[in-house]
């Protein structure tokens, strides 16, 4: 928990770096204006809506950032809600909670790294690798809610005592913890490269940021992975512990 909501805070707050100063605005521009999402003068009803919820790049093109990483972000949770609603449930009854997670990060992990790969001119490439991603990470979202109950089944089944409350609190404070340390690890490596607000970066930065967006959230997504592979509660026993819970507490009524 701690490492996976540390890549997600690393990747969140570095995007938007990624998008300003890496991402080519001209190709952004162009890429934008192919679905429509470029002011003109026979606007229509659906173009307005747009234009109101500022997904229209004005005359001046001076929004272009705003719109294109809108755009990103919303396409990444469309994708994202897709995959809970279908994958997760499914994906899990099959193969187990563990495992799905496992698989869904390390895929994660895979499509996050390709962002440093992919140039700056090529818009269309960041929205496949961003859809790829967010559909890898959707199965994961509600399992790790799951797994925190099977973790307190675990504990009750191993130790004969119940602790729900203690099991919670730990995971919390990990997941709260990871968001934190995401968000200071994001901010020291941009700023170790040279990186200035508001100002056209140096080489140097421009590497900082596209690392923080890809190579080193992928790193902490692959220590998740890894310490999943510990994780010993699998399908299987996780059947056994609930029908031995159950029959524990039917003796105990």
Same mark, same amino acid.
């Given at each position: 928990?701690?490492?996976?909501? @540390? !890549?997600? /805070?690393?990747?969140?707050? =570095? $995007?938007?770096?990624? *998008?300003?100063?890496? &991402?080519?605005?001209?190709?952004?521009?162009?890429?934008l204006k192919a679905f429509g999402l470029v002011s @003109? !003068?026979? /606007?229509?009803?659906?173009? =307005? $809506?747009?234009?109101? *919820?500022?997904?229209? &790049?004005?005359?001046d093109h001076s929004n272009v950032f705003a719109v294109?990483?809108?755009?990103?972000?919303?396409?990444?949770?469309?994708?994202?809600?897709?995959?809970?609603?279908?994958?997760?449930?499914?994906?899990?009854?099959?193969?187990?909670?563990?495992?799905?997670?496992?698989?869904?990060?390390?895929?994660?992990?895979?499509?996050?790294?390709?962002?440093?790969?992919?140039?700056?001119?090529s818009i269309t490439s960041m929205f496949i690798i961003?859809?790829?991603?967010?559909?890898?990470?959707?199965?994961?979202?509600?399992?790790?809610?799951?797994?925190?109950?099977?973790?307190?089944?675990?504990?009750?089944?191993?130790?004969?005592?119940?602790?729900?409350?203690?099991?919670?609190?730990?995971?919390?404070?990990?997941?709260?913890?990871?968001?934190?340390?995401?968000?200071?690890?994001?901010?020291?490596?941009?700023?170790?490269?040279?990186?200035?607000?508001?100002?056209?970066?140096?080489?140097?930065?421009?590497?900082?940021?596209?690392?923080?967006?890809?190579?080193?959230?992928?790193?902490?997504?692959?220590?998740?992975?890894?310490?999943?592979?510990?994780?010993?509660?699998?399908?299987?026993?996780?059947?056994?512990?609930?029908?031995?819970?159950?029959?524990?507490?039917?003796?105990?009524?």
């Amino acid at each position: 928990i701690l490492f996976f909501f @540390s !890549s997600f /805070a690393i990747l969140g707050n =570095s $995007m938007s770096y990624y *998008f300003n100063y890496y &991402v080519d605005k001209n190709a952004l521009y162009a890429f934008l204006k192919a679905f429509g999402l470029v002011s @003109s !003068s026979d /606007a229509g009803i659906m173009h =307005s $809506m747009l234009s109101a *919820f500022g997904l229209i &790049v004005v005359a001046d093109h001076s929004n272009v950032f705003a719109v294109g990483y809108s755009l990103f972000n919303m396409v990444g949770q469309i994708m994202t809600l897709i995959g809970v609603i279908t994958l997760s449930g499914w994906l899990s009854g099959i193969f187990g909670k563990r495992n799905v997670f496992v698989v869904g990060l390390a895929f994660t992990a895979v499509f996050t790294a390709m962002f440093y790969l992919v140039g700056c001119t090529s818009i269309t490439s960041m929205f496949i690798i961003n859809i790829l991603k967010s559909l890898s990470y959707a199965p994961t979202i509600p399992l790790l809610w799951a797994m925190m109950g099977d973790v307190a089944d675990f504990s009750e089944w191993k130790y004969n005592r119940r602790a729900t409350g203690f099991t919670f609190a730990g995971i919390v404070f990990a997941l709260k913890a990871g968001l934190g340390l995401g968000g200071a690890i994001c901010g020291v490596i941009v700023d170790s490269f040279g990186f200035i607000p508001n100002a056209a970066q140096s080489t140097t930065a421009i590497l900082g940021i596209r690392l923080s967006s890809s190579l080193i959230p992928s790193v902490t997504f692959v220590i998740g992975v890894v310490a999943l592979c510990f994780y010993p509660i699998t399908k299987k026993s996780n059947e056994d512990i609930q029908k031995d819970l159950s029959e524990r507490r039917s003796v105990a009524e």
